[in-house]
C-alpha cells in the first residue's frame, strides 16, 4: 500500500527553523519525483520545493535561499528543513509523488510562525 506520511509540523516563532518529514512506505522514494506543497485556508494548494530521482531540486522563490529539500535513501524519508521562518510560511505542508500517472499526497502537517 502506497503511503506518505508527514510529520515535523509545529508552533515556531518568526526566525525561526524547523524540519519536517515526508515518510514513505509501499514504494521507494529514490526513484521518483518528490514535492512539498503548501495550502491555506481558502489558497489554492501551491508547489515549494522538489528533488528528483538524481538528487536535483528546485524551489519556488518565496523560499529559495530558506528552505532545502532533501533525501534519506536508506529511510526512504524526504525532508524539508526551514530556516529563517516568516508568518506567511504558515500552511498545512504536504508531500507529494507522482506514481503510474497517479498523485499521492500525505495527510498533511500544520505549520504556524507566530510570535
Known amino acids: 500500500q502506497v503511503q506518505l506520511v508527514e510529520s515535523g509540523g509545529d508552533l515556531v516563532q518568526p526566525g525561526g527553523s524547523l524540519r519536517l518529514s515526508c515518510a514513505a512506505s509501499g514504494f521507494t522514494l529514490s526513484g521518483h519525483y518528490v514535492h512539498w506543497y503548501r495550502q491555506t485556508p481558502g489558497k489554492q494548494r501551491d508547489m515549494v520545493a522538489s528533488?528528483?530521482?538524481?538528487?536535483?531540486?528546485n524551489y519556488a522563490d518565496s523560499v529559495k535561499g530558506r528552505f532545502t529539500i532533501s533525501r534519506d535513501n536508506v529511510k526512504n524519508t524526504v525532508y524539508l528543513q526551514m530556516n529563517s521562518l516568516k508568518p506567511e510560511d504558515t500552511a498545512v505542508y504536504y508531500c507529494?509523488?507522482?506514481?503510474?500517472?497517479?498523485?499521492?499526497w500525505g495527510q498533511g502537517t500544520q505549520v504556524t510562525v507566530s510570535s
Open positions: 507529494n509523488v507522482n506514481l503510474w500517472n497517479r498523485e499521492y
Open positions: 528533488i528528483t530521482y538524481g538528487g536535483s531540486t
